[in-house]
């Protein structure tokens, strides 16, 4: 089987064509219109990508759901995937420039404001925002790690916050809802070590 590059479009017109492609990877926001709403043949279907020691230095877990996709899952199951984080990054500026108090505003804004953006009526990615993740080789901008040590010392939140995400992505599971909290601790402590 050969790989190729080639744009996304044209690439499910020549799978649902049964043509010479077998298979499209996406990295992109979940739910994907095209696999949303479209019309699928019978065979067509999510692969799974099972989470894995080897994935966790840059992915996250995550799956695809029957009432994201109606039309490729079964009703009330999953297909285990890797989640791809995205991270807000910004240039390191002098201390005592403008530029580096206007950073110091705007993550003072933006973190303050989290749970708000998090609520009904906003994007639900917002729901996924972890403030306190880490990325291998890179330090986080000062102002905002001064920002999130304030937090922490003040009301030791985060746990909170890991269970109420464990919560709601195990939707209603609290065996899930366990699993998942415990998976983010073990994580959590391997990044501190590191």
Do not use: C
């Not at 999510?46 to 020691?53: D, G, Q, R, T």
């Not at 790690?145 to 269970?163: M, N, P």
Request: no cysteine.
């Amino acid at each position: 089987m050969e790989k190729t590059f080639i744009p996304h479009p044209v690439a499910i017109e020549e799978m649902k064509n049964k043509k010479e492609m077998a298979a499209v990877v996406f990295v992109t926001s979940k739910p994907i219109d095209t696999f949303s709403r479209g019309k699928w043949d019978p065979g067509f279907k999510f692969l799974p990508v099972e989470y894995s020691a080897k994935f966790e230095d840059h992915y996250l877990p995550s799956k695809l759901q029957s009432h994201e996709y109606p039309g490729l899952i079964r009703e009330h199951e999953d297909v285990p995937t890797i989640a791809v984080p995205t991270i807000l990054a910004a240039y390191n500026w002098p201390k005592n420039s403008e530029r580096y108090r206007r950073l110091d505003r705007f993550i003072d804004r933006l973190y303050s404001r989290i749970s708000k953006l998090q609520e009904p009526g906003f994007h639900p990615k917002w729901k996924d925002v972890n403030l306190q993740a880490t990325v291998p080789g890179l330090d986080r901008f000062p102002a905002a790690q001064q920002w999130l040590d304030r937090v922490s010392t003040a009301a030791q939140a985060d746990t909170t916050l890991i269970r109420e995400q464990a919560r709601r992505a195990a939707q209603g599971n609290a065996a899930e809802e366990e699993r998942l909290f415990q998976e983010f601790l073990d994580w959590r402590k391997k990044q501190k070590r590191n």
